[in-house]
């Protein structure tokens, strides 16, 4: 079911194959890893879930394709704790596009956790922030956002319960864990990187959509934003 309020298309390359994770109303689903490489040449290795009915249009072994669908999340026991899991819900599959660095999201939620703001050692502003989207059926996702520059600075002035618009990439991240043995694990975490950011109250702009041209899909957010 679409949902204009969460939307993500992105390019790559299953890694390896797709395994059986659950089934809903005797429709199985498939999660796996899509490699999606950056403009700087580092690759985001992003969760997916696939729908049964779709595995059928998936291309040869190690093509690349494209996945439309929506940001999810979930609660998912780890080591006897719980952990937000995030992963890109394709609802549509086709063949990739000229463009093998697409990767873009757009969300519109409300700020469910205080926006954190900080700098880096190098000085660099950051904002985190949780963003609540809302899904059919009364649920939600709860998709970790991080903003950078003038979008943190603009960021950190939001409240919990806002309503905030944003576009941007769902990208990887790998981190170390200090364990209470003095030992460090190795983790990866799952968030998307704002291009533009703006509060939702304004004026809205029209859905994105996926246009071809130059024999390459873009992805057309409208109307004005915040940008870095």
């Known amino acids: 079911?679409?949902?204009?309020?969460?939307?993500?298309v992105a390019v790559g390359r299953l890694e390896g194959g797709l395994e059986l994770s659950h089934e809903v109303m005797n429709e199985p689903f498939y999660t796996g890893t899509l490699l999606v490489k950056r403009l700087s040449g580092a690759v985001d290795r992003l969760p997916v879930t696939i729908p049964g009915k779709l595995m059928g249009l998936l291309p040869q072994e190690d093509s690349q394709l494209m996945l439309t669908g929506q940001?999810?999340?979930?609660?998912?026991?780890?080591?006897?704790?719980?952990?937000?899991?995030?992963?890109?819900?394709?609802?549509?599959?086709?063949?990739?596009?000229?463009?093998?660095?697409?990767?873009r999201v757009s969300l519109t939620g409300a700020l469910c956790k205080p926006p954190v703001y900080r700098s880096t050692p190098f000085g660099r502003e950051i904002c985190d922030m949780m963003l609540a989207v809302n899904r059919a059926f009364g649920k939600s996702d709860y998709i970790p956002c991080i903003a950078w520059?003038?979008?943190?600075?603009?960021?950190?002035?939001?409240?919990?319960?806002?309503?905030?618009?944003?576009?941007?990439?769902?990208?990887s991240r790998e981190?170390?864990?200090?364990?209470?043995?003095?030992?460090?694990?190795?983790?990866?975490?799952?968030?998307?990187?704002?291009?533009?950011?703006?509060?939702?109250?304004?004026?809205?702009?029209?859905?994105?959509?996926?246009?071809?041209?130059?024999?390459?899909?873009?992805?057309?957010?409208?109307?004005?934003?915040?940008?870095?």
């Open 71 to 103: 940001v999810r999340s979930y609660n998912k026991v780890v080591e006897g704790a719980g952990r937000l899991m995030v992963t890109l819900f394709a609802q549509s599959i086709a063949p990739s596009p000229d463009n093998e660095t697409l990767n």
């Open 1 to 8: 079911m679409e949902n204009p309020s969460n939307r993500i």
């Open 149 to 171: 520059g003038r979008n943190a600075q603009y960021a950190s002035r939001f409240g919990v319960g806002d309503r905030v618009r944003l576009t941007g990439r769902l990208q």
């Open 175 to 228: 981190y170390q864990k200090l364990l209470e043995s003095g030992e460090y694990l190795s983790r990866n975490a799952y968030e998307v990187s704002c291009f533009t950011l703006e509060a939702a109250d304004a004026e809205p702009a029209p859905a994105p959509s996926y246009v071809l041209g130059e024999n390459r899909y873009v992805f057309e957010p409208a109307g004005r934003k915040h940008t870095s």
